[in-house]
């Protein structure tokens, strides 16, 4: 977004909060009337300022419920979330950055100092205000069933959510050819068009899936669990995060080693992870894919002695 933009959407939520101090909750259309802007910009805003604490229920923008607007001041456990929400839009650009650094200015005490240092996740650029981009978030919202076009493949989806894997941009939707739920790369969509058709939209159902995607390889109603042994140089990483949603730690060995599943839908669910922390890292089963681990390690191995330069 160009700089006035940011500054007209940093403007409605620093007046949002404010009305919220005075007013339990705001309903869009009224807040949509008082800025001179559509139902859809309001949604947008709410949407890209999650970093604020607002959020949309049942058509009405509410103060999150442990969000307390008569603190006086931050106390630390704050100031760290608040530098959390900082790092995660950190680099969107120049005029966002000049503004982080104002805000944390007037925050913090001038002898505070932060220890913390978050290294935000890098993200596709993505204009949000592209036509294509537009009529997706339209056609979300409206929930109507849509054509999109890729690789000059005309394809009917329902469209539920945009979402982001490992910083790339893609819509999940539902193929309405095989009633597949499947990702599509926003960057790669040529043309999209919405009906008049609606769709229902099941949000636990959608929410409930989404919890267990762990990349943009996700296959619908393919499940099936992977289950490595963790040696102890790394174990401790495990016992201390979820490298993905699903994982769970079966068992601790006596030579401090840790055998762990993962409930994937692909392999590729799970093969950069594994990848990753090779040597440190086995895989127990399934054996088609330990094996396949296996495979791809030889074929790298050999390529790499052959490229090597002679002596």
């Not at 979330?81 to 969107?92: Q, V, W």
């Not at 990848?275 to 895989?283: D, G, N, Q, S």
Request: charged share 30%.
């Amino acid at each position: 977004m160009a700089q006035s933009q940011h500054d007209k959407l940093f403007a409605r939520a620093l007046l949002m909060l404010q009305s919220l101090k005075e007013e339990s909750k705001r309903s869009v259309i009224s807040l949509a009337e008082e800025f001179g802007v559509d139902k859809r910009t309001i949604y947008r805003d709410v949407e890209r300022l999650h970093f604020f604490p607002i959020e949309l229920v049942d058509g009405y923008v509410c103060l999150s419920e442990d969000y307390d607007v008569t603190a006086p001041s931050l106390v630390d456990d704050e100031l760290l979330l608040t530098e959390l929400a900082f790092s995660a839009i950190a680099g969107i650009d120049e005029g966002t950055d000049k503004k982080i650094h104002g805000i944390r200015a007037k925050l913090t005490h001038p002898l505070f100092f932060n220890p913390y240092k978050i290294q935000p996740e890098g993200f596709e650029a993505i204009d949000t205000n592209s036509e294509i981009l537009n009529k997706i978030e339209d056609a979300i919202e409206q929930k109507n069933i849509s054509k999109l076009m890729l690789n000059a493949k005309t394809i009917e989806v329902e469209p539920y959510r945009v979402v982001a894997f490992d910083g790339i941009w893609y819509l999940f939707a539902k193929d309405m050819d095989d009633a597949k739920i499947k990702t599509y790369l926003i960057s790669r969509i040529e043309e999209f068009r919405a009906s008049t058709k609606t769709f229902k939209y099941d949000k636990e159902r959608i929410n409930t899936i989404l919890a267990g995607v762990h990349t943009a390889w996700f296959e619908d109603g393919n499940s099936f669990s992977v289950k490595v042994k963790i040696k102890k140089e790394i174990a401790h990483y495990f016992k201390l995060k979820k490298f993905l949603h699903s994982q769970e730690i079966k068992e601790e060995q006596k030579d401090g080693s840790l055998i762990v599943t993962f409930r994937v839908s692909s392999d590729e669910d799970v093969d950069n992870l594994i990848k990753a922390w090779l040597p440190h890292i086995e895989v127990v089963s399934p054996l088609r894919f330990r094996q396949r681990i296996a495979t791809e390690l030889e074929q790298y191995l050999k390529e790499l002695k052959q490229n090597l330069p002679s002596v």
